[in-house]
């Protein structure tokens, strides 16, 4: 564990220095939590008219006025969006990892030295998912904080941080970001090219684009028993990804798909 | 005293395609030892084998007396490795780069702290401890892989390629670096296509392609010594042979190269004089390694 740390905090080290990086990683959680601010913020100023939300009443809950319905469809839709954060950003970071101790052949001397394997890997994962998790939960806190203090009560109440929008960021959210960096080191470590690593990241929000849109098209509206639902599905697939990722990892893997 | 390497038969083999096969050698500790072969040959594949970066596909090994297989931790702690390409972080600085290393292997601070410094002032590198190693030149990166080759004070040290792209200067540095570690007692096992290089620094080398072709020593005390003649050399051969001390006698056209003592060198030039010769200069023999490079490791061109 003590040398995962030293590890992690080589990866930090070397990521504060990459300014791009840095910049491009903090972007993502700037703009989605400022769509999510001003779009809830424009309705709650915007005047809605009954017949454009009729049919949408029909799935919000009872007793909601028609602001309250375009703010709830809104979150519901901008909920998905908002996991953007926590699947791209461990994505970002981690394929930077791999491909540029690929390109420096830097594995090399560090395999020759006492480090296990496991150790290595849980360091490079860390590296990536904690800042990952702390954006996604700093800027969902932030976002909260904003929406509840400058929201009217009434729209408020339909604002995050609702059932939906906690079970996603607590629980989806880690799952998603821990999966995805574990997807990401396999894909990473089989491909020379970074461009090839930082575009495998950018796909990891179709699934998620997926999710709005069938929202929109179905219109139908995806409540807190789906993002739960999600969660349980996630830690599945996450289970297999790390099976698969430590069965194939031995420091020869490392060094022959690394190095 | 185990040797500091002892390989029986080891080989890898590559899905299909072997790296090295059947290799089998001992090296004594305290000494340096050179593998000398093209590329491709399996040089980088032997080390990764001896430091357990990669495991054997047939074949067992003792590094420093431990177990290749299931001591690997220990032959890592026991092992400085110094790899083809300096592989450091470009963004860390100098003292970073080194202290990453000295903490996976475990040094605490206080003992760290005074390594690096050391090796730092030593490479003359101290005063750009604080600045990103992607600035440096290639010596410069060369010598930091070096001191972090070395900050665990290794047994054994493996050195592949140490000299590659260095002016002369950070190469009579590294040379001299070498040379310091053997007198302190350090196995050095060099991997080098400069074969003088491996003649100035090796007492044995082994010449590899794919397998050990050969192993020989390198008789620093006894050089080779070259005789060139006015006529054949042939007619004198024999008798310089039967002198005390002298091996290695090999005739070739006007010329006589052996090895004796350089006490011997008088006697033998006045065996030939006294026997008619005219000799046209004496020299010691430079490239001998080279010949059995060329000898042992170069296919013959087919005709």
Known sequence: MRRTWVVLRREWTELKQNRFLVVSTLMLPLILSGMVIFAALSVAGSDVHPSEVESLLAQAPRGYSPRQVVMFMLMKQLLATFLAVPAIIPALITSYSIIGEKQLRTLEPVLATPVRVGELLAGKCLA???????????????????????????????????????????????????????????????????????????????????????????????????????????????????????????????????? | MTAAIAARGLSKIFGATPAIEGLTLEVARGSAFALLGPNGAGKTTSIRLLTALVEPTTGEAEVCGHRLGRDNDAIRRSCGLLTEVPGLYPRLTALQNLTFFAELQDLSPRVARPRIERWLRRFELWDRRDQPT?????????????????????????????????????????????????????????????????????????????????????????????????????????????????????????????????????????????????????????????????????PEPRA
């Not at chain 1, 509840?148 to 939906?164: F, G, I, K, N, Y």
């Not at chain 2, 290639?138 to 493996?158: C, I, N």
Request: contains cysteine; neutral net charge; glycine residues 6%.
């Open chain 1, 128 to 259: 990536a998912f904690v800042p990952a998790l702390l954006a996604t939960w700093l800027s969902f806190g932030i976002t909260c904080a904003i929406l509840q203090s400058r929201l009217p009560p009434e729209t408020a109440r339909v604002a995050p941080p609702t059932t939906d929008w906690l079970i996603a960021i607590f629980f989806v959210a880690p799952l998603l970001a821990f999966g995805s960096n574990t997807l990401t080191v396999i894909v990473s470590s089989r491909v020379r090219d970074p461009r090839a690593a930082h575009q495998f990241a950018s796909l990891l929000i179709l699934p998620i684009i997926g999710v709005v849109l069938v929202q929109l098209a179905r219109g139908i509206l995806l409540g807190w028993r789906f993002w739960l639902g999600t969660a349980l599905a996630l830690a599945w697939l996450d289970v297999i990804l790390l099976r698969l990722a430590s069965a194939w990892f031995n420091r020869e893997g490392i060094l022959a798909k690394f190095g």
């Open chain 2, 134 to 298: 992607g600035g440096f030149s290639t010596g410069m990166k060369q010598k930091l892989a070096l001191a972090r080759a070395l900050l665990h004070e290794p047994a054994l040290l493996f050195l592949d390629e140490p000299t590659s792209g260095l002016d002369p200067e950070s190469t009579r540095t590294v040379r001299e670096l070498i040379r310091e570690q053997v007198g302190e007692g350090r196995t050095v096992i060099l991997c080098t296509h400069h074969l003088d290089e491996a003649e100035r620094l090796c007492d044995r080398v082994a010449f590899i392609r794919g397998r050990v072709l050969a192993v020989e020593t390198i008789a620093h005390d006894q050089p080779s010594t070259r005789i060139t003649l006015a006529g054949e050399s042939a007619p004198h051969a024999e008798r310089i042979a039967q002198l005390d001390g002298v091996r290695d006698l090999h005739s070739d056209g006007k010329t006589l190269t052996f090895r004796a003592a350089e006490a011997q060198h008088p006697q033998i030039i006045r065996a030939l004089v006294e026997a008619g010769a005219e000799i046209i200069y004496v020299a010691p023999e430079r490239g001998s390694l080279e010949a059995l490079y060329f000898k042992l490791v170069v």
